[in-house]
């Protein structure tokens, strides 16, 4: 059975957002090993089993808010997955996962997918 990634802390950020930080199991190598072009096997084991700071996806449908009023786009910025907020795009949902159409990064920019045991580095959820 998949083990999913798990929560190990959760530093709070100054206006109270949280930055989960995720511990990707231990497990030898991924399913996903040598599956995709350019990944290799000893850069992938290197990075299993380690705690790394996740950059969600942002994803903006026009029922978001807009600009700053938007705690989606101030957590993108805290994050990093953005570098400037804009005022005219309505920021509606981040995403922390594997789904293709917004995969998580980890901090080096790897896809999540990339260091998730599960059946093609996609998680259940």
Do not use: F, N
Not at 10 to 33: V, Y
Not at 74 to 88: C, F, K, N, P, V
């Amino acid at each position: 059975e998949p083990k999913a990634a798990t929560e190990a802390e959760t530093p709070e950020k100054g206006d109270g957002i949280h930055t989960p930080i995720l511990r990707a199991p231990s497990m030898g190598h991924p399913t996903t090993t040598g599956s995709r072009e350019g990944t290799d096997p000893r850069e992938v084991a290197k990075r299993q089993g380690r705690v790394y700071r996740l950059k969600p996806a942002v994803k903006q449908y026009a029922w978001g808010i807009r600009g700053d009023a938007s705690r989606v786009a101030r957590y993108a910025l805290e994050s990093g997955t953005i570098h400037s907020i804009d005022q005219s795009a309505p920021y509606a949902e981040l995403w922390l996962g594997t789904h293709p159409s917004g995969p998580a990064l980890l901090d080096d920019g790897t896809e999540l997918a990339m260091v998730v045991e599960a059946p093609q580095g996609q998680l259940p959820w």
